[in-house]
DNA sequence: GTCCGTGCAAAGGATTTGCATAATC
DNA sequence: GATTATGCAAATCCTTTGCACGGAC
């Protein structure tokens, strides 16, 4: 339940954090941007200030609720943190996102870094390409 | 020569854009934005503005002759476009660039591209930490 | 009641654009 | 000389911030 998500990140219960909360949990499958929660949360009723959102998607993130993504030059969309590493298909038409894991190419990248002498603090992978659907 | 880049790519051959083709040429271990090309063409006293710099970078990605990336949230880097693919290494602390170009994580990615039904258009895979100098 | 969160409007940084001038071919 | 490029300043987009009010605990 949302409210321990908020609570184990000592955050307090407020409505604007229990919305976003809700709209990232049921948008599984499509990263949004600071202004698509604010309209989708306008269509419910739930007249959020853009500038709360981006507040509390920053604290998320700084809790570690969320992570923040850099696909498209212009804006970040937002994911919810489930806690495990996993990289990002996007379909470049309707912008759905599949998650994966890979462990051939996880453990190539570890050893790629230590071959360059760097010490790995974190990495992402995007594929970008056209689902089966939009094809 | 860089004229003939320009010439290829249909362009004009003027004092900004070679300026600026030369400055990547030379800065190939750190990819750089516009405002670090403007600071640096400053310094050897080529005055171009802000804005020319954008337009000209803007050109050169549409013509193929540099690739711009995001791995910072904020703004965006440019790199010179040696034609084959490769993927980065980024150290968090000097900014510092290592390019590389692995057979198996290419692979692998083609193979779970096809697995969910996608087609594969583009992809970026980036490593983010720290080199041996800055540990 | 205290402290933190929110809304509003203004500020901020990166990038783009309109327009008159200047340069290339 | 015609066409395209550039500089300047203003505009735009996304995001952040200051301040006064409102809500959570």
Redesign the pocket.
């Known amino acids: 339940m949302e409210k321990n998500h908020l609570k184990a990140a000592g955050?307090?219960?407020?409505?604007?954090?229990m919305r976003i909360l809700d709209l990232l949990t049921t948008s599984g499958d499509r990263h949004l941007?600071?202004?698509e929660i604010y309209q989708q949360l306008h269509k419910i009723d739930t007249?959020?200030?853009?500038?709360?959102i981006?507040?509390?998607l920053?604290q998320f993130e700084a809790a570690g609720l969320v992570i923040r993504h850099n696909f498209e030059e212009?804006?970040?969309v937002f994911e919810l943190n489930h806690g495990e590493h996993h990289d990002h298909l996007v379909c470049m038409k309707c912008r759905k996102v599949v998650e994966f894991h890979d462990a051939v190419i996880e453990a190539r990248q570890e050893e790629l870094t230590k071959k360059f002498g760097f010490i790995m603090k974190d990495h992402c992978l995007t594929i970008y390409g056209v689902c089966s659907e939009c094809q």
Chains 1, 2 share one sequence.
């Open positions: 955050l307090k219960i407020t409505t604007p954090r941007s600071a202004e007249d959020i200030s853009i500038a709360t981006y507040r509390v920053t212009n804006h970040s």
